[in-house]
């Protein structure tokens, strides 16, 4: 972790982000420039790309810098809400038992197929289908995992296990069913039962169009395109900012010197929001057509790497799990603390100040652990004093790595 390896997996975990974020919103800005051009026949120019990455961009700076409770959760809350919204809307204007039937139907049909899919690799045809569709977004959703895994879990601090697994796999799962069964059973409805062709008309036009011109086929199309734009708008706004914010984090570390990840300037945050933003509006403004396509490609590339990486994660994550069952003992890790004067300490314990937890009197580290460059001292034991604390609040239990126990003076960890 603190070595060259670990600080080379940051590096290229904060590069693959940036990619990634920025091929979702050159994604997104095409599909919101097409609504745009529907309603309001926005030209189809570079200056018009610009503008709307660079709103997007400046809201969600500002969601960045104000921070998570009132930005970005005020923000997913909207859509969330929207979505539902809109959703219920098609449902209940549709032909609702049509749709609930082909939603039921689809998924029956998906988890059928899902086996022969898994393995079917294009082979005979060479169609070009599994390149340009399956591995991209393969790749694509890989190159998201450092920022997202490190998001949701920081968001989740205090839930159990069963609650991030429910909340963050079963919850999403089950909306994303509903979600495009309902839309992809509007389409077959549109196609047999109704007017037709909405299909060729979205292969001409892009599939950046298709939501929009499904809407033209329901009640109120203005009003709900309308929406549906904002809708897009504010998802990729949600996911800039929290980007930017987990970017924040990984380049600022944790150097032990008592202050969470979260609490660095405001302006570093929103520096992060702004390179994406920059990356994205460079990639598509002077790349031309092709700049979507080079998003595509470079996602490939970072997400390979972090495919391998996964299944080392995976096993990390078990042997975690593991320690804090108390099933294995814990790995020495590097730790060398705040250290403070004993006076200095013994003031801030009176006071109860949260961050003593992540200070010391001694300098305090597991031998043979210690950080590059740590001073050639004989470890000390931590005073009476600093006990004390730790004996009361339970924090900081330093481990004998020759023992993988509690050190001498120490109380076994609470499991």
Request: a negative charge; aromatic letters at 12%; hydrophobic letters at 50%.
């Amino acid at each position: 972790m603190h070595g060259p390896v670990g600080k080379g997996i940051d590096i290229f975990a904060i590069v693959g982000t940036i990619f990634g974020i920025g091929m979702s919103i050159g994604l997104r800005t095409t599909q919101v420039h097409a609504g745009l051009a529907e309603l309001t026949g926005l030209p189809d120019v570079w200056w018009a790309f610009v503008v709307i990455i660079g709103t997007v961009t400046v809201i969600a700076t500002i969601s960045a810098v104000v921070g998570i409770d009132r930005g970005i959760k005020v923000l997913s809350n909207f859509n969330i809400g929207t979505s539902v919204l809109l959703l219920l809307f098609v449902i209940i204007t549709g032909p609702t038992i049509f749709l609930l039937r082909g939603m039921v139907e689809a998924a029956g049909i998906y988890v059928s197929i899902l086996p022969e899919v898994m393995f079917w690799n294009d082979t005979l045809a060479d169609s070009g289908w599994q390149q340009d569709w399956t591995i991209f977004y393969w790749g694509w959703t890989i190159s998201w995992a450092p920022f997202v895994g490190i998001f949701i879990a920081r968001i989740s601090r205090g839930r159990s296990v069963r609650q991030f697994v429910a909340g963050v796999l079963a919850l999403p799962t089950l909306f994303s069913i509903i979600w495009f069964g309902t839309w992809a059973t509007a389409v077959f409805d549109i196609e047999f039962f109704g007017e037709g062709g909405l299909v060729e008309g979205v292969v001409d036009a892009g599939a950046e169009t298709s939501m929009f011109a499904l809407l033209e086929h329901y009640p109120l199309a203005t009003l709900t395109s309308a929406i549906a734009i904002m809708l897009v708008g504010v998802f990729f706004i949600t996911s800039l900012d929290s980007a930017s914010l987990v970017l924040d984090d990984m380049c600022n570390g944790y150097d032990g010197d008592g202050r969470p990840k979260g609490t660095t300037a405001p302006h570093q945050r929103a520096i992060w929001a702004i390179y994406i933003g920059v990356v994205a509006a460079v990639l598509i403004v002077f790349t031309g057509e092709g700049g979507v396509e080079v998003l595509r490609d470079v996602a490939l590339v970072f997400g390979l790497p972090f495919f391998v990486l996964a299944f080392f994660m995976m096993y990390s994550l078990n042997r975690a799990m593991r320690e804090d069952a108390g099933e294995v003992s814990h790995l020495p890790s590097r730790r060398w603390l705040k250290t403070l004067p004993p006076e200095e300490y013994e003031r801030r314990m009176e006071e109860g100040d949260p961050e003593l937890a992540e200070a010391v009197v001694a300098p305090d580290y597991a031998a043979g652990t210690e950080p590059e460059n740590a001073p050639e001292v004989d470890h000390a034991e931590q005073p009476e004093l600093v006990q004390e604390y730790r004996l009361r609040t339970g924090e900081n239990i330093r481990i004998d790595p020759t023992t993988g126990q509690p050190a001498p003076g120490e109380r076994p960890p609470h499991i």
